[in-house]
């Protein structure tokens, strides 16, 4: 199948007692990266050809929601960043640091997930105020 591309079916049954035609459906594949890539005439992962400060990867990844918020309260850091449902096998990941130098996998003691009403959902990332690092960045990788 090709990447975001809808595609119509329906189904039919035969048996003894005769045919039966299914109503008419329709799904949409993902896109993966180098289709929405090519769609939008983008270079590579790293590149911001719309200058919000985000590669063009992460923009992939999040539906160009831009980039993650944080507040504090309740003694948790709470991190939210979108993830678009229409990315084909995205995976996206909050890291750690002290120093900028080594990255670590964010220990969250919760993580929520909303739907957006649309074609993505909000990821929440909780961190318990007293072990959170000095620096966070959200990494994204992808098939």
Request: proline share 6%.
């Amino acid at each position: 199948l090709l990447p975001h591309t809808t595609y119509s079916f329906n189904a039919s049954a035969t048996n003894s007692a005769g045919t039966t035609i299914g109503m008419p459906q329709s799904f949409t594949t993902l896109w993966d990266w180098a289709s929405w890539s090519a769609a939008r005439g983008l270079g590579g992962p790293a590149d911001d050809v719309n200058h919000n400060g985000l590669p063009d990867l992460v923009d992939f990844a999040t539906g160009e929601a831009g980039p993650p918020t944080a507040a504090v309260g309740d003694g948790m850091l709470k991190f939210t960043y979108r993830r678009s449902l229409e990315a084909a096998g995205v995976e996206l990941e909050l890291e750690v640091s002290d120093d900028l130098l080594s990255w670590g996998r964010a220990t969250p003691s919760a993580t929520e997930r909303s739907p957006d009403g649309g074609s993505g959902e909000f990821i929440t990332v909780c961190i318990d105020a007293g072990l959170a690092r000095r620096f966070t960045r959200l990494t994204v990788t992808t098939p």
